[in-house]
């Protein structure tokens, strides 16, 4: 069985900054792609940042040059990295990656974590 942990969100004031992490645990042969979502109250799931198993990286327009994403493969897990936070990212942050398990086909599947709440006073 495959699982994806999050943590570090909380509560930040406006300008501030944290640190999200993923850890992916469990029966895993591979994980290709992990991201970081997210989801405002009314709002549908936004894609915020993605990196491949290669390392290259993707953003979200609205978090280009705040947010950084990144990943320890010897690890299984993913980062993001939270700067110059604004009240318009509070959300729950959702990790999700594409993983191969083991002793499955070479079939991959997308995981979700439970997600993490990151609150942003202004």
């Known amino acids: 069985q495959v699982q994806l942990v999050e943590s570090g969100g909380g509560l930040v004031q406006a300008g501030g900054s944290l640190r999200l992490s993923c850890a992916a645990s469990?029966?895993?042969?591979?994980?290709?792609?992990m991201g970081w979502y997210r989801q405002a109250p009314g709002k549908q799931r936004e894609l915020v940042a993605g990196?491949?198993?290669?390392?290259?990286?993707n953003y979200a327009d609205s978090v280009k040059g705040r947010f950084t994403i990144s990943r320890d493969n010897a690890k299984n897990t993913a980062y993001l990295e939270m700067n110059s936070l604004k009240a318009e990212d509070t959300a729950v942050y959702y990790c999700?990656?594409?993983?191969?398990?083991?002793?499955?086909?070479?079939?991959?599947?997308?995981?979700w974590g439970q997600g993490t709440q990151v609150t942003v006073s202004s």
């Open positions: 999700s990656a594409r993983i191969r398990p083991r002793f499955v086909s070479r079939s991959e599947y997308d995981y």
């Open positions: 469990g029966s895993i042969f591979s994980i290709n792609a």
């Open positions: 990196i491949s198993s290669g390392g290259s990286t």
